[in-house]
């Protein structure tokens, strides 16, 4: 009996052992939430002293704290680690401040993020600087970049869509306002589209203009065409649409230099350099212009060609200098985008302040879109791998940078929600002649008769 007792606790171990593994590889967030937590929670409370000085993290402590310590317990006096708050549980980690002690700062913290990894057993650690003297702690649990789930809370706003999930588990916000223009590069199958086809579902249900140049026939645009304010599906097209916009944006700098023709006393409210500042009911509306496949805008055949390029190119410079404020904002993407595409190519991405390299084919793209910026991330980004698309990191001029994956989103539901926001496209009277011809949904088959008649009742 002992024996047939011991064999079935055995067997409850290894099948409790094997739902462990299982769930850990299939179902992450469930296996954190249940199992990686509380295991990361009590290393984490059991080991923060010695691990911190272990990293060389501790300080002396205050005089103060030395001599009392002398004076009532006798003992040795260690060095004291940064004290640290409350732990907070979040579904994908957890996040914690510390106050660092004097002479410290948020740097010391991130060149040992990789050692408090393997001492505490998560995924990823994270230092955000919050306030002087205080930073934040996010320790990842999992590889949340396998399987996108964005976050419930990511602050939707007029211009702002949170496009895809960073590697600390925070949403990657595309803000118009605070980062204009934008590069997206990547190599086919990368997941550029995927990353195009997010932002332009989450800019359809806004009071935004959208517009669209897509020169390989408008095979990636053509299905939002029902929300598009204006499509050109080829250089010729193109070359018409863009003097339209730089018409436009001259227009509105012309209703802003109108309002700043005040007199002195004005309230400063009242005085604006940008569409902003304008009163709502005379603010027109903000305009975001898509290029896909940058390239085709600059390869030419012909003398010809060669003019209308130079042309299109000289009116895209303009959009990106002088479009901020006017409430233009430009989204340029492609495979590759550097000098060998011609005259102005360099200057026009000298002007996009934000860049997505996805993967890239060599690293000499990588270079194209974050070698001016962000250097330490070219490497990253020439790692993504294959299997992973939608995998990218993203930069600024800042300096900064990280990885982000965009979430999967079929091009059938973007079209849907395009088509059931095209009441929401705002009436721009000169992109009327651009308006793509969307085509009438089909009318409901009538119902066909009953090939035996029902008797009549009497």
Not at 135 to 141: A, I, N, P, S, T
Not at 430 to 435: C, G, N, R, T
Request: with cysteine.
């Amino acid at each position: 009996m002992t024996d047939l007792v011991t064999v079935a606790e055995l067997g409850g171990a290894f099948a409790a052992i094997g739902g462990t593994a299982y769930l850990k590889h299939a179902h992450p967030a469930a296996y954190w939430s249940t199992v990686g937590l509380p295991v990361s929670v009590a290393r984490l409370l059991g080991s923060y002293s010695s691990t911190m000085d272990a990293c060389g993290l501790t300080v002396e402590p205050p005089r103060w704290r030395a001599l009392a310590v002398r004076a009532t317990t006798r003992r040795e006096v260690r060095p004291v680690p940064p004290r640290r708050g409350v732990i907070r549980p979040t579904s994908t980690g957890l996040r914690m401040r510390l106050r660092l002690a004097p002479g410290q700062e948020p740097a010391d913290l991130a060149a040992s993020a990789e050692r408090l990894r393997h001492a505490w057993g998560v995924h990823a650690v994270y230092v955000r600087d919050i306030k002087p003297g205080v930073v934040e702690l996010r320790l990842v649990g999992f590889d949340v970049l396998r399987r996108v789930r964005m976050p419930r809370r990511t602050g939707t706003d007029l211009l702002r869509v949170p496009v895809a999930l960073r590697e600390d588990a925070t949403a990657f916000v595309r803000d118009y306002r605070a980062v204009p223009h934008e590069l997206v590069l990547g190599a086919t199958l990368s997941g550029k589209s995927m990353y195009l086809r997010n932002l332009i579902a989450g800019l359809a249900a806004q009071p935004v203009v959208l517009v669209g140049i897509d020169c390989k026939r408008g095979v990636e645009l053509s299905p939002f065409a029902a929300r598009l304010s204006a499509l050109a599906t080829d250089p010729e097209q193109a070359a018409e649409l863009l003097p339209v916009l730089v018409k436009e944006m001259e227009d509105r700098y012309d209703l802003i230099k109108a309002r700043q023709g005040t007199a002195p006393g004005t309230p400063d409210e009242l005085i604006t350099s940008d569409i902003w500042g304008l009163p709502e009911d005379e603010r027109p509306s903000p305009v975001v212009l898509f290029v896909d496949e940058v390239a085709e805008l600059f390869l030419v055949a012909t003398r010809k060609e060669e003019e209308r390029r130079d042309e299109m190119v000289t009116h895209l410079i303009r959009l990106a200098q002088l479009g901020r404020a006017a409430g233009i904002y430009l989204e340029v993407c492609g495979q590759r985008f550097g000098a060998e595409l011609g005259k102005g190519a360099t200057m026009l991405r000298a002007q996009l302040t934000g860049r997505v390299s996805h993967r890239v084919n060599d690293e000499a793209s990588a270079k194209m879109a974050l070698g001016d910026i962000a250097p330490e991330a070219v490497s990253a980004a020439c790692s993504i791998p294959a299997e992973r698309p939608g995998l990218a990191v993203a930069g600024d001029t800042s300096g900064g940078w990280s990885r982000i994956r965009t979430p999967h989103i079929s091009l059938a539901d973007a079209a849907a929600t395009c088509c059931g926001t095209a009441h929401l496209a705002p009436d721009v009277p000169a992109l009327s002649p651009f308006k793509p011809y969307v085509l009438p949904p089909p009318a409901a088959k009538p119902a066909e008769p009953l090939s035996h008649p029902r008797p009549v009742v009497e």
